[in-house]
């Protein structure tokens, strides 16, 4: 396996600008995983029906899947490629935790609006309207 290592400010400015962008997409592909998610759990039919409670309960276990995963991606694997000089791995160390409150708040926010938008459909129910 060839790594890389980053010794420059300029290479670390494109790491954290990478980080960032490998944010919106694990939020994408953790949306994804989640609509899958929400269809693999039969409705219940009944008045006391639990389904909804699943697909809300899975909805969060996924955030934090995907916190815990981008997060440990990032600390234990990107910065070991960065030079060990706390000039260069500090200002990624503090965008890696930026890059993590980004993915999952945009995890949260299109999984709220997916499901306002998707209503009547399964993945609706995990935060259902009022009306």
């Known amino acids: 396996m060839n790594r890389t290592n980053y010794n420059t400010i300029a290479e670390v400015e494109a790491l954290i600008t990478n980080t960032y962008l490998l944010a919106a997409v694990t939020a994408?592909?953790?949306?994804?995983?989640?609509?899958?998610?929400?269809?693999?759990?039969?409705?219940?039919?009944?008045?006391?029906?639990?389904?909804?409670?699943?697909?809300?309960?899975?909805?969060?276990?996924?955030?934090?899947?995907?916190?815990?995963?981008?997060?440990?991606?990032?600390?234990?694997?990107?910065?070991?490629?960065?030079?060990?000089?706390?000039?260069?791995?500090?200002p990624f160390f503090k965008h890696s935790a930026y890059a993590t409150i980004v993915c999952v708040v945009a995890y949260l926010i299109l999984g709220f609006i997916l499901s306002k938008i998707m209503k009547h459909k399964k993945y609706g129910t995990i935060f259902p309207s009022k009306s």
Do not use: C, H, M, T
């Open 28 to 90: 994408i592909v953790f949306i994804v995983i989640s609509i899958i998610a929400a269809q693999l759990i039969a409705y219940e039919g009944s008045k006391n029906a639990k389904d909804s409670v699943k697909r809300r309960a899975w909805f969060f276990i996924l955030a934090a899947i995907e916190l815990v995963a981008f997060f440990s991606y990032n600390y234990f694997y990107v910065e070991g490629l960065i030079k060990p000089v706390p000039a260069l791995q500090a």
